[in-house]
């Protein structure tokens, strides 16, 4: 079951359902609660009215912040080469993370992001990351241990899918073979029969 956004545990503190968000499987569950919540200390609320577009696949700058989604649907696209639409390649809402990427290297972004609904997040940006690691080096080594957990395991599920596309694409490209040695008469099955 998921973890309930903010406006649905009104009798809950913000922090304290942004802490349980954090903890969630789609954000960081290595990270336990009592970490989440000295995490969320050094996040900032941020409002995100709905359409806006908020991320940028490429920008170069203000990349370095992560965001924990509180409240909201968010759509995360690619471009495609040679497409004039980018893709839509996940819709997230609350309990899940963008960014954490940025937060470790400010590189470009490697999605767009737009709210589809009003968005309700928490934001932690670099500045406050090194905050947190020089009061809690513990609490911020957890945090690191953790965002770099959650991307090994999104490199291992990317690579999963890559494995996947290129056993695909050899499978095509057998047939792709055979079809073109049966149009010329070079081998295979149906060469010389009429």
Request: charged share 25%; proline share 6%.
């Amino acid at each position: 079951m998921p973890t309930p956004s903010i406006s649905e545990r009104p009798d809950l503190p913000p922090e304290e359902v942004a802490a349980r968000l954090l903890v969630t499987p789609s954000a960081l569950d290595d990270l336990k609660l009592a970490d989440a919540k000295r995490v969320v200390g050094y996040m900032h609320p941020q409002l995100i009215s709905a359409g806006t577009v908020f991320i940028h696949e490429g920008e170069l700058r203000g990349n370095d912040y992560m965001m924990l989604i509180l409240e909201g649907d968010i759509s995360v696209e690619n471009e495609m080469p040679g497409a004039e639409d980018s893709m839509v390649v996940n819709v997230i809402g609350p309990g899940h993370l963008i960014g954490e990427m940025g937060v470790l290297d400010g590189s470009p972004r490697s999605a767009t992001c737009t709210a589809i609904t009003d968005v309700a997040a928490a934001v932690l940006s670099r500045a406050a990351l090194r905050r947190l690691l020089k009061a809690d080096p513990a609490v911020g080594a957890r945090l690191l241990l953790a965002i770099s957990k959650r991307m090994a395991d999104r490199l291992r599920e990317t690579t999963r899918k890559l494995r996947t596309f290129a056993q695909m694409n050899k499978a095509l490209q057998q047939e792709l073979q055979v079809v073109m040695n049966n149009r010329t008469g070079h081998g295979g099955r149906g060469s010389g029969e009429g």
